[in-house]
C-alpha cells in the first residue's frame, strides 16, 4: 500500500475468534483497518453506526443468523449496499450455494484452505483492484 492511499475499513463477522484475528491481520496487509462482529445482531449494530466499510468479510453459517440473512440486510439498506462482500465459510462444495444469493457477494473464500495468496486475490476481485 502506498502511503498516499486512504485507509480503506473493513468489517469481519465470524463466530470463531481465531477466524476473526486472522482475517484482521490478512487485511491488514492489505492496507485496512478492521472491526470484527462475533454474529450477526452485532454486525447490525456495527453497521447502523456512521461508519462506512469499504469490505465486509460474513461468515455462511453462525449460530442464530446465518450469513445468507445478514447478507440480505446488508444489500437492502441504502448505506450498505454497494460494499463489496466476501463470503466465509468452511463448506468445501461451491455446490451447495443458492445461484440468486451467491449472485450477491463480491466473493466466496474457504477457510479451511486458507493460503495468504488466494486470500488476497478474492479481496483484489471483490475491490475490484486490478493489483493482485
Not at 440486510?73 to 461451491?94: A, F, H, K, Q, Y
Amino acid at each position: 500500500m502506498d502511503a498516499t492511499e486512504p485507509i480503506r475499513k473493513s468489517l469481519v463477522v465470524d463466530d470463531e475468534r481465531m477466524v476473526r484475528e486472522l482475517m484482521i491481520t490478512a487485511l491488514s496487509m492489505e492496507g485496512f483497518l478492521g472491526c470484527t462482529a462475533k454474529n450477526g445482531a452485532e454486525a447490525r449494530r456495527i453497521l447502523q453506526r456512521p461508519t462506512h466499510f469499504d469490505l465486509i468479510l460474513l461468515d455462511l453459517t453462525m449460530p442464530g443468523e446465518s450469513g445468507w440473512d445478514l447478507l440480505s440486510w446488508i444489500r437492502n439498506r441504502p448505506d450498505t449496499s454497494g460494499t463489496p462482500v466476501v463470503l466465509l465459510t468452511s463448506l468445501e462444495s461451491t455446490g451447495v450455494y443458492d445461484e440468486p444469493k451467491a449472485s450477491q457477494v463480491d466473493g466466496i473464500f474457504v477457510k479451511g484452505r486458507f493460503s495468504l495468496h488466494t486470500f488476497h486475490r478474492v479481496i483484489a476481485r471483490a475491490m475490484r483492484d486490478e493489483d493482485d
